[in-house]
């Protein structure tokens, strides 16, 4: 089995982070989106992995051989956003004939038995129903659990299952043919060459896809998105805080704070991530995820993203306020 992740996206929904490191190492809950996709797989018995990178992609490469010297990490490069079909279609060189591929998106985390799918016989894609599956790719599945149509963002969609970007395929040399012909055919959908056109095509071929639910699905190219993952693999991680000691600080779990923080006269939690090196004074944060390096005093923040090396000062007061007096800093 080989994992292809495409990780080539600009991210535009998530700038400014996204104008100097790629989606993919945005950290959420101590370590980068990337780094909770790979372990999972790894975790499932997958060693072999293609990353199809682009923008800024030399640090994504960087992190994957650093971090995993282990795993068998091939890197190729997508120079244009043409969509997930095409990125997938550039990774055919790395799959053998008859190799099994599963391929999960590189900005979903999601909750599923990744070595159980493996294990599965055929092909498999996941789903999860959704309020709006107009942004989505849309699954219509039959009461026997199997797809019988796929389509990419239906202006009226016939179903409310989208599909959560991972992809247990078997017959991956058929979904290489399928995406071949759509790029020679240069056969488009909402101006990108999708991997569910491709999907679609085998099914009316005869080839069979079941469906398999996930319990949780983070699509996280949002901030909302980013910080409501970070809540929720904090409380799942239950990071040890007694760990944690700094001068004159509460903190209030799930909290997750790097190496090498300074960090004094704050309050800090609940849900909130610290990257490592981040130096806090006088901070009261909560619901929030801190970039490494970062540096804030004075400051309240909530449901905030603050990215890598940024600096936030906010007002210090000293204030001899008498009766009946109101103050509104807002």
Not at 155 to 180: C, H, Q, R, T, Y
Request: proline share 4%; net charge negative; hydrophobic share 40%.
């Amino acid at each position: 089995m080989k994992a292809i992740i495409p990780v080539a996206g600009i991210g535009t929904r998530l700038r400014p982070h996204t104008h100097t490191q790629p989606k993919a190492l945005i950290p959420i809950a101590g370590k980068p989106i990337l780094a909770h996709i790979t372990e999972s797989l790894i975790d499932a018995g997958i060693l072999d992995f293609v990353f199809v990178i682009g923008y800024l992609g030399d640090k994504i490469e960087h992190y994957i051989l650093t971090h995993y010297p282990n795993i068998n990490a091939q890197f190729v490069i997508q120079t244009t956003g043409k969509g997930v079909g095409h990125a997938i279609w550039l990774a055919r060189e790395c799959v053998k004939p008859e190799e099994e591929i599963l391929i999960v998106f590189g900005d979903t985390i999601v909750d599923a038995d990744l070595k159980e799918i493996c294990a599965k016989e055929g092909n498999w894609l996941g789903i999860k129903k959704v309020e709006d599956p107009r942004l989505f790719g849309v699954a219509e599945v039959d009461s026997s659990g199997t797809i019988i149509r796929v389509i990419e963002k239906p202006a009226i969609p016939k179903s409310n299952m989208a599909l959560v970007g991972v992809f247990k395929i078997k017959d991956s040399a058929k979904l290489l043919e399928e995406l071949d012909t759509n790029l020679a055919k240069k056969l488009k959908t909402h101006g990108e060459f999708t991997l569910t056109d491709a999907i679609s095509q085998m099914i009316n071929l005869g080839f069979t896809f079941h469906s398999f639910g996930v319990d949780n699905w983070f699509d996280c190219g949002k901030k909302e998105i980013l910080l409501e993952t970070n809540s929720l693999l904090l409380k799942r991680l239950n990071y040890d805080t007694s760990q944690y000691h700094f001068d004159n600080t509460i903190i209030i779990p799930p909290v997750f704070i790097g190496e090498g923080c300074k960090i004094s006269n704050s309050i800090i939690g609940p849900n909130v991530s610290v990257g490592e090196h981040a130096i806090l004074n006088y901070a009261t944060l909560n619901d929030s995820i801190i970039g490494p390096y970062a540096q804030i005093e004075y400051a309240i923040l909530h449901r905030s993203l603050i990215g890598n090396d940024a600096f936030l000062k906010g007002m210090s007061q000293s204030l001899n306020i008498g009766d009946s007096t109101e103050i509104n800093f807002g």
